[in-house]
Structure formats: C-alpha cells, structure tokens
C-alpha cells in the first residue's frame, strides 16, 4: 500500500519557539535574504509562525499556529502549472520539480495558504556557510518556486534503508527536520494510510480541525487544539 | 450618387509612404531612446533575476500581468470592432478599420510580451509549445496559463491575417506609383496583385470569411485572460462574471485606443478631410455604451461580494472601496464611468475633443481595474497574517513605459510603410449601392474605359 504522509500539530503545546523554522532552513537550504530584501517580502519561511493575538489589553492571549505547505489532496496548486512543475507524487505530497519551473508563480497565487516562496535572486552562500549545505537538498536558482517537501530526501533515505534491509518503514522512524527539532513534540509525522500510526489517530482526534477546510483543498495536516465545545461556558 | 473621394485622396494616402517628415524622425527618435531604455531595463532584470521588480510575497503577480491584460485588452479594438463594422456593413467604417486592426496586431504583440517578461525563467518560455521532448512533457492543459498560451497566439494570427488581406490592394497601388527599393518591396507585400475579378472576389470573401471567424476567437481570448483570475480560489477572483467583464473591458479600452489613434494621426498625417466628426462621434456613441455597460458589471460584481459578505472577500472588498486602494478605485470609477458619461452623453461634448478626453479617461480607469483586479485580491487571501502589499519598482515602471512607447513607434512606422486608410475600401464605399461596380471603380490598374468612370475621374 503506498504511502499518505500527513501531519498533526497540536496548537496548545506550540510555545511559538521557532526551533522549527531554523531547523527547516538548515536541512532544505532555504537561502536567508538581508535585511533589506526581507523587508520587501522577500524571505522565505517554508515553515513560519504566525501570532494571532486575542483579547483586549491587558487580558491577550497569543496564539501560535505552524503554517506550512498543507499537502493538500486536491491541491489548487498543481492544476494551475503550466509545465507539470507542481505535481502530485505516489506518496500524496504536492512535489515541486526546480527544473522544470518556469517561474509563472501561479501556483503561489492559487495557494490559499501563501507557503510557497520564489527564488527572487541567485542565493548566495558566503563563505564559510557553504558548508552547512545539506548535500542530500538541491540548491534553487534564480526564476524558481519552493515550498515545503516534508523532508522528501529523508523520506526517500528511508525508503531506501528499509527496502534494503527487508522491513517495512516503522511509524516514528521518520521524522521531518521541523517535527524532530519541536521541543514540546507538537509536531506529529507519519503515514495515514497506516490507520494505527500516531498521525493517523490525532487525525482522527475531535480537537483537530484542518487550517481553511471550506476551500476544499483537503490539506494533509491537522491542527489539534482545545476546541470551544470542550469547554462551552468559554463563549 | 455621392461620390466625395477626388484625386488628391489616393495622393493625400500615398503621400506619407513616399516622403518622410523631420517630424518622423523626431517621434523615431524620442520613442525608439524610451524602448531602448526598456530593453535594457529588462536587460538588467533578466540578468540579476526577478527580484528588481516590486513583486513579494504573497502578491507574486502585479504590475507585468497587469500591463499584460491591458494590452490584450487594447487588442480588441481593432480586429473585433472592425469585424463587427464589416459585418453590418456600417459605410462609416471605411476610415477607421486598418487604424483599428493595427492596433490589435501591435497591442497584442506588446501584451503578448509581458507574461514572458513576468516569467522567473524567460529563457525557459518555450516549454508552453507543445512540441515533442525526448523526455515526453507537455504542457498542462489543465492550466489556464496554457490555455492563453494558444488563445493568444490563435487571435494573433488572425488578427495578423486580417490586417495583412485587405491591404494588398493597398500595396500594389503604392507599388505601381513608385520606383526604385519601393516598388521591389511593395511588389513582394502585393504577393502579384492585378486586381482582376477573380483576385477582388477572393479578396471580398477572404475577409467575408475572416471577420466571421475572429469573432468567437476575440471573445474567447479574453474571456480566457479573465480565467486566469477566476479560475484560482482567490478573493474576488473566483466569480462567474469575470469572463463577459473583461470582454466587455477590452472593447470598451479598445474604443478608447482607437479614438486616440485616429486623432492623433488626423493631425499628424493631415486626415482632416477623411477621419470626420462623424466617425469620432459614432465611436463616441459605442464608447458611451461600453462605459455604461462596464458600470453594469463592476455593480454586478461588487453588488453580490458586498451583499455574500464572505468574510475573505470582504476584506478585498473593503481594501479597494475604502481601503489602501480606495484612491485607485475611485480614480477608475471616475475615469471609466462619470467622465465619459457626462461628455458623451451630451451632444455638445460628444465632438472630437470631447471623445479624447473621455478616451484618455478610459485609458486610464482601465489600466486601473486591471491593476485593482491583481493587486488588492493578492495581498488580501485567507490568512491575514500573510496580507501583504506591492509598490512598483523604477524597473517594472520603465518597462511599462517603454511599451507605451513602443506602441507609438509601431505606429508611427506603419503610418510611415502603410497607407492608414484602406484606399480601395474608401472607393469602393462611394460605390456602396453596387458593390461590384465599386470593387471595379476601386482597381487602380483599371484598363476598360466602357466601365463606370472611375471616382477619381468622377470629380
């Protein structure tokens, strides 16, 4: 049975640390702009933050929620590229062939969830941070888009590891760089289609709800928090 | 009878091929330095990558695309308009159908231009051609960028065809009034022209055939120009409407193009006698209609968002009613729908004055809607943490004005290799009542004096 990589992420055990995003940019070398350049939006997070506050002062609350590339079933992404460059692969992730870019962005337009990022420049890798590349990540020219792959280079390593030694893949054996830096684990991987993994069960979880469902992109992640109707007196 | 063409018309329309202006030269040189400026531009942009222009995240489309679907928008006055005209037979069309179709041809060349130019890869645009790779891709049909890709190059033959048939008359008149490089080269554009019976018969139904097939192929391009919005989830992009608003746009720009044209040219190359109050004010009168039409579906559109009130929506809505964008709105609702309403609406404003002014009004408010389409809907989508904004760089700016000026160079070298008026069509229209008589009155190479006089012997 081929595999469904999804993800779960419980909102209420964020701490908005970003341990995540640092991780993502040091294992898929996602190029880090100036100052300047960032200020013109032109950072790329494929993970970020984002801070939503609640309240009126003093009584705010912050709330932290993880956005990254949402992997959607029905991705709005994908019909929209005229090159095939945003596509679909066996395992459900939305893939993204650099090669094959033509820099058309429309993909990023059609996005509603605004996690794909272009290569504004040729990135520049000053000496010595060349050498923090993760050899196993291409490196994105000029023209290009990118996004979250869910480590595809770990998944693929893993695969391998696992053909090779005759076993199945473990739930928990894979991890991608952001779940595996969370430091309270509020980032949950694994296979869907497995319906016993870890994943597959907070999928399930009444707490969860998926980021803008009524788009209907059918998004691979779960969003798990304390829901109003747990605690209705709150509203 | 009234037959009103006399000699110097076929001399007043030569004149301009056969002599050339220290005027020419001024507008060659002034528009051909803002072109260069922008070639380089471009230049720049291409080698240092994308980045130069304003755009950010998350509103990755802006000020190209926008260009992009004015100038196809420009594209519909010519060929659509002219085919309509033809189709109906208006007389009062003769003037104005080759000033009009040449807009098309070279509007559609420099639109064509900007979703390469908006490209993060333009060395890489060629993998839109379905043409067989070893690797065995194709282009996605599924997207609506393919989609324009042929659309685009559909009505640019086209338009090309319909622009190139009825001048070869044209042509070969100009060929046998003149001599040296002129006549070689004019006698190559009038691919052998006698103007026998035979060859004016294929010509008339040639472009009989031609102004009925470019109908649905004009509608239909920018109707799928308006897909590439409403095709995407995207606030206030994903609505019904957007085919029929943009067409109905794209005339209405296109109208206002071709009344700057004509009086730009009535006062350059001295039309005075054949581009009339008339036709300004018959022009005028579609321009009106295509105003009032245009009001009708920007209150369609945002009649139904404010009344859905869906909060994603909303926030485009309010962005460009009240908003960061609210100048730029009212601005364009002043310039598409009360100037020109309140000038042609009245027939004492509805002059040549009068439909400039409202044509640069509407030049104006349209580029206007195209960038209020884009802009605003980009940096307002669902998740408001990810709400951006977009200021144009001095690059995109001087690319931008470079077409602008490339628009008028093309011109001002057509006018200068073409006659503007199509001068068989003009004769033939002081024929009207008898078209074949006409065909035979218009045939500069007519040798059978037992023929009807011919009008320049008429006067």
């Given amino acids: 049975m081929p595999f469904r990589w999804g993800m779960a992420i419980d909102l209420n055990a964020c701490t908005g640390c970003e341990a995540c995003v640092t991780a993502c940019h040091a294992e898929n070398n996602i190029p880090t702009v100036s100052a300047e350049q960032a200020s013109r939006g032109r950072a790329m997070h494929w993970i970020r933050v984002e801070r939503y506050y609640e309240g009126n002062f003093p009584d705010v609350r912050v709330k932290f929620r993880p956005v990254l590339c949402q992997q959607c079933d029905n991705a709005p992404c994908e019909a929209v590229c005229p090159t095939y460059a945003a596509h679909h692969n066996e395992d459900g992730l939305n893939a993204q062939v650099y090669n094959r870019c033509i820099g058309t962005r429309y993909c990023a337009n059609a996005c509603p969830y605004n996690v794909r990022f272009f290569n504004f420049f ?3 890798w000053p000496k010595p941070l060349h050498l ?8 994105r020219e000029v023209g290009v888009m990118e996004k979250c792959t869910f480590c595809v280079q770990r998944i693929k390593a893993a695969k391998t590891a696992a053909r090779a030694e005759h076993r199945a893949l473990v739930d928990g054996a894979l991890q991608p760089a952001c779940a595996q830096a969370c430091p309270t684990s509020a980032i949950v991987f694994g296979d869907l289609n497995d319906p016993d993994s870890r994943v597959a069960r907070l999928a399930r979880s009444p707490r969860g709800t998926r980021l803008l469902e009524d788009l209907g992109a059918e998004p691979k992640i779960t969003y798990l928090q304390k829901q109003p109707w747990h605690e209705p007196d709150a509203y | 009878m009234n037959r009103t063409l006399t000699k110097p018309f076929t001399d007043d329309m030569v004149r301009p091929v056969m002599s050339t202006t220290v005027w020419f030269w001024a507008i060659v040189l ?3 330095t803002v072109v260069a400026s922008g070639a380089a531009a471009w230049g720049y942009q291409l080698w240092y990558g994308i980045g130069l222009s304003g755009k950010r995240w998350p509103g990755f489309w802006a000020l ?17 308009i002219s085919a309509i005209l033809r189709l109906v037979n208006a007389g009062w069309r003769r003037p104005v159908t080759r000033v009009a179709e040449v807009i098309t041809v070279f509007a559609l060349m420099i639109g064509a231009m900007f979703p390469i130019i908006h490209l993060g890869r333009p060395w890489l645009a060629f993998w839109l051609f379905p043409y067989p790779s070893a690797r065995e891709i194709w282009p996605n049909f599924r997207s609506p960028l393919a989609w324009d890709f042929f659309a685009i190059n559909t009505y640019l033959t086209g338009s090309v065809l319909f622009l190139l048939l009825p001048m070869i008359p044209d042509f070969a008149l100009v060929r046998d009034r003149s001599t040296g490089w002129r006549r070689k080269f004019y006698g190559a554009l009038s691919f052998g022209w006698r103007g026998t019976t035979r060859q004016w018969n294929r010509l008339e139904s040639a472009m009989q055939i031609m102004a009925i097939a470019i109908l649905p192929v004009a509608v239909s391009v920018h109707t799928i120009v308006s897909f590439d919005f409403s095709m995407a989830n995207v606030p206030m992009w994903h609505s019904t409407i957007f085919g029929p608003y943009f067409v109905a746009g794209a005339i209405f720009s296109g109208i206002a193009a071709l009344i700057l044209a004509m009086a730009a040219l009535r006062k350059a190359l001295h039309l005075e006698k054949y581009l009339l109050p008339l036709h300004f004010e018959n022009l005028g009168k579609l321009l009106l209609l295509m105003s009032i039409l245009w009001g009708y579906f920007v209150f369609n559109e945002r009649l139904t968002v404010w009344y859905g009130n869906e909060h994603h929506e909303m926030a485009v809505f309010w962005a460009t009613q009240r908003g960061q ?8 609702v002043i310039c598409n729908f009360i100037i020109p309403i309140a000038l042609l609406s009245n027939p004492y404003t509805r002059n040549i004055i009068g439909c400039v002014v409202a044509s640069f009004g509407v030049v104006i408010g349209m580029w206007l809607e195209r960038f209020l389409i884009i802009v605003p809907s980009l940096a307002h989508k669902a998740l408001p943490y990810s709400w951006g904004t977009y200021t144009p760089t001095p690059v995109e700016l001087m690319i931008m004005a470079a077409t602008f000026a490339a628009m008028i160079l093309l011109y001002a070298l057509f006018a200068k290799f073409v006659p503007i008026i199509a001068i068989w069509e003009m004769k033939a229209g002081d024929f009207a009542h008898a078209p074949r008589q006409g065909l035979a009155a218009a045939d500069p190479h007519r040798i059978d004096a037992a023929a009807p006089a011919s009008p320049e012997a008429a006067s």
Avoid: C, K
């Fill in chain 2, 64 to 80: 190209y695309l926008t260009n992009f679907v004015f100038w196809i928008g420009i594209s519909h006055a010519g060929t659509l």
């Fill in chain 1, 122 to 124: 040729n990135a520049e």
């Fill in chain 2, 325 to 332: 964008y609210a100048p730029l709105y009212w601005t364009m």
């Fill in chain 1, 132 to 139: 923090q590349l993760n050899p196993d990540v291409s490196v």
């Fill in chain 2, 30 to 32: 002034a528009t051909g």
